[in-house]
Nanobody
């Protein structure tokens, strides 16, 4: 299992920004792709973005394209999700996830063996 811990969530007004962090422990982050998911109350979990071990990112949710950006600092063993122009519909618990079998991002990937505990993002005035 890869140990992942999210942080950086909170309450922000519409139009504001937040940067979430996903910190890895117990393993070498640069071997693995990292994904961000979110789950809003009453909704299914949604995969929103992925970054490969070498830093190429792929947005999977149309709703966040041009607003959310992933980056990684392998030396700090941390992946970031920069969220700009936040909307109330972005309110959700955000999770990072990875799997030991994957260093790249694949839309068809269905299994993620390691998850963080989640961080709450609330967008409200």
């Amino acid at each position: 299992q890869l140990q992942l811990v999210e942080s950086g969530g909170g309450l922000v007004q519409p139009g504001g920004s937040l940067r979430l962090s996903c910190a890895a422990s117990g393993f070498t982050l640069d071997d693995y792709a990292i994904n961000w998911f979110r789950q809003a109350p009453g909704k299914e979990r949604e995969r929103i973005s992925c970054i490969t071990n070498s830093g190429g990112s792929t947005p999977y949710a149309d709703s966040v394209k041009d607003r959310f950006t992933m980056s990684r600092d392998n030396a700090k063993k941390t992946v970031y999700l920069q969220m700009n122009s936040l909307k109330p519909e972005d309110t959700a618990v955000y999770y990072c996830a990875a799997d030991k079998r994957y260093s790249g991002c694949y839309r068809s990937q269905a299994n993620f063996g390691s998850w963080g505990q989640g961080t709450q993002v609330t967008v409200s005035s």
